[in-house]
């Protein structure tokens, strides 16, 4: 079988606008939603759900948020971990008030909490743009943080400052707390992951992500035909908001369990998403998946190499992941801007053509 | 001799040319103490090629500013179909039926050809964000609707070979031609076309002329224009207005303004002793 698309006619635009053009492609995609929905829940361990699965799908779902305000609307924003601790600290408030709510309803509530907030923090960018508006978002990055260390509501006054969740049920399976098992926090997970993906590709290829494309090309021209720049705005940042929101609920309440909000949502974790997309692919869906994937499988794969391959000490190992890790980023950015998905793109290209190139 | 004062009249290649659409009357625009447009009155009626034409600096393409909203003047009305326009946004405008091209063209550098035309039913469409994120249904169907449309755009402007190239990728000409397809997209009922042949060769203009002609033939369309090209403006325009130093001095058919003792001044420069 050939990677290419001769042969697969299109005879109608609905046929034309999929999302996967190329057979091949739409094969391999089934093939991984069966694996991932009906294999690898069967064989999925701790050691898998913490160090890969769990943090690839979050980190994934809080790449997509940020790419479609960053790479889709063109808004640069720094607060990333801001947005992710309101939808943690949203997540908590809501279990411990209502905790016979199934999880989800916490989690997509604790989404829609992020977006209303993430709006309000979206009003300076009718006014401002690129580095400026950087600098108003890490505003919020730093306000955030800083509201739910001193405000002790937002804690439920626990003496340690930081939040707890609580054994919380989907079906009659835990999800979240210590008895939750690895199985049911993964689907928990990829169910949400793949759904959101879903949401995200159809507002991008509709005329919402057309809105947005318009003003991250050039935002005068997109108001001549008329795009009102504030609803496009705002909409762009209500939606990478409610995506954050929900990222922030699942690392708190599903991965991590117990938080304290600079530590798991401070201004490196803004960075860590940014990074992401970068080196994922701005403006693309399959790049905020490759991101994610990159920045969380590196470290773990560097580990297992130096530590169990090489038998370096763990700290020593730990100093040379952030350093490697580091120049690979650069490497990236020097070799190919555009990141994964371009790369991705080009060797498709070229898969197409094979074995005759010219 | 055709009278065209009256309600609409015929011209003398066939097409009717109806009432005033659009009326500016005593349009004085200021940039703090410039002067860019000073008291100037002319009307676009239904149906017309309209050219505006002048030297470098005169004010055309203030003009265009102020038609589509994106200047205010500091003086005078804009009557658009009837109804004089309040202060508006350019989106508004957009809305009600005015579209445009530049004379640096403003594409959407980073979308597909495709894209870049769908954005001019923008206004057109109205599927809300949860139908959208659903898809399936309504706005699915929504999207082919106008994607038929957008298509036989595609078609009449002979882009089709290149409908899913990104717009970077194109050269100089074919950009101008997506702009076109862009604005005529939004179906409008104006049409403002700022130096839609500039920098272009004898054959691209030739094309764009041709394209020109075409849609106030085919889709009726009210086509507003700055040009140049003095060759290009009289053969295509049914109208001329002549601006020079932000005033008009003349205004007539292509034969009228010719011969018209002011705008040979302006153009050819006069003795001053």
């Given at each position: ?206 005329s919402?992500?057309r809105k947005?494309m318009a003003?991250?090309d050039?935002?005068?021209a997109a108001?001549?035909i008329g795009v ?131 | ?106 594409l959407f550098?980073?979308m597909?050809?495709?894209d870049n035309v769908m954005t001019g039913r923008l206004t057109?469409m ?56 862009r604005?005529?997209a939004a ?87």
């Amino acid at each position: 079988m050939i990677y290419r698309e001769a042969g697969d006619f299109k005879t109608s635009y609905r046929e034309d606008s999929q999302t996967f053009p190329i057979k091949l492609d739409r094969r391999a995609y089934w093939t991984l939603m069966v694996v991932a929905f009906a294999v690898v829940p069967f064989v999925i361990n701790d050691y898998w759900a913490n160090a890969v699965l769990l943090p690839f799908l979050i980190y994934a779902i809080a790449a997509l948020g940020l790419n479609i305000l960053t790479g889709y609307a063109g808004q640069v924003s720094l607060g990333t971990g801001g947005f992710m601790a309101v939808g943690a600290y949203a997540a908590y408030k809501l279990m411990t008030a209502f905790p016979d709510v199934p999880i989800l309803f916490h989690v997509l509530i604790a989404g829609a909490i992020t977006a209303l907030v993430g709006m309000a923090f979206g009003l300076p960018s009718l006014r401002i743009k690129g580095f400026y508006l950087a600098v108003a978002t890490l505003a919020a990055q730093f306000f955030l943080v800083w509201l739910f260390n001193k405000v002790p509501w937002f804690f439920n006054y626990s003496a340690s400052g930081m939040i707890n969740a609580p054994e919380r049920t989907m079906f009659g399976a835990a999800i979240t707390g210590p008895e939750a098992s690895a199985p049911a926090r993964y689907l928990f997970c990829l169910i949400l992951t793949v759904a959101l993906a879903w949401i995200a590709r159809n507002l991008t290829r509709g005329s919402v992500g057309r809105k947005w494309m318009a003003i991250r090309d050039m935002d005068i021209a997109a108001e001549i035909i008329g795009v009102n720049p504030l609803t496009a705005k705002l909409s762009a940042f209500a939606v990478s908001s409610f995506f954050i929101g929900v990222a922030g609920a699942l690392l708190f309440a599903v991965y991590l369990g117990a938080v304290e909000v600079g530590e798991a949502f401070g201004i490196q974790k803004s960075f860590l998403i940014l990074f992401m997309i970068i080196i994922g692919g701005l403006g693309s869906i399959f790049g905020s998946f490759a991101g994610a994937a990159f920045m969380v499988l590196m470290p773990v794969l560097l580990k297992n190499v130096l530590v169990d391959g090489f038998g370096w000490a763990t700290d020593l190992a730990a100093h040379f992941q952030f350093m490697i890790v580091g120049a690979l980023i650069i490497v990236f950015l020097v070799f190919e801007p555009h990141g994964l998905a371009q790369l991705w793109r080009l060797a498709k290209e070229k898969l197409r053509l094979w074995p005759f190139p010219h | 001799m055709t009278d065209m004062n009256a309600e609409s009249y015929v011209t003398e290649d066939g097409r009717t040319i109806g009432g005033v659409i659009m009326e500016m009357k005593n349009i004085t625009l200021r940039f703090g103490g410039v002067t860019a447009i000073q008291d100037i009155s002319f009307d676009i009626r239904e149906g017309e090629i309209r050219a505006i034409i002048g030297p470098n600096g005169a004010g055309k393409s203030s003009m265009l500013n102020v038609i589509s909203g994106f200047y205010v003047p500091q003086e005078g009305e804009v009557w658009f179909r009837g109804r004089r326009r309040a202060k508006m946004r350019p989106y508004q405008v957009a809305r009600q039926g005015i579209a445009r091209t530049f004379q640096n063209i403003a594409l959407f550098e980073g979308m597909s050809v495709l894209d870049n035309v769908m954005t001019g039913r923008l206004t057109r469409m109205k599927t809300g964000l949860a139908a959208q994120a659903l898809w399936f249904g309504r706005a699915e169907r929504e999207e082919i609707e106008h994607r038929e449309k957008v298509e036989k755009i595609i078609d009449f402007l002979e882009i089709q070979a290149i409908r899913k190239t990104p717009v970077g990728r194109l050269p100089y000409g074919l950009k101008k031609r997506v702009e076109l397809a862009r604005a005529l997209a939004a179906e409008p009922a104006l049409l403002l076309l700022d130096e839609p042949m500039a920098g272009m060769n004898v054959e691209e203009k030739e094309d764009m002329s041709r394209f020109i002609l075409d849609v106030n033939d085919e889709f009726g369309t009210t086509i507003c224009l700055i040009e140049h090209d003095m060759g290009v403006v009289m053969d295509l325009s049914d109208r001329v207005v002549v601006m020079d130093y932000g005033r008009k001095i003349g205004d007539g058919t292509p034969d009228e303004v010719r011969n018209n003792q002011a705008v040979i001044d302006a153009y050819l420069g006069v003795a001053h002793d």
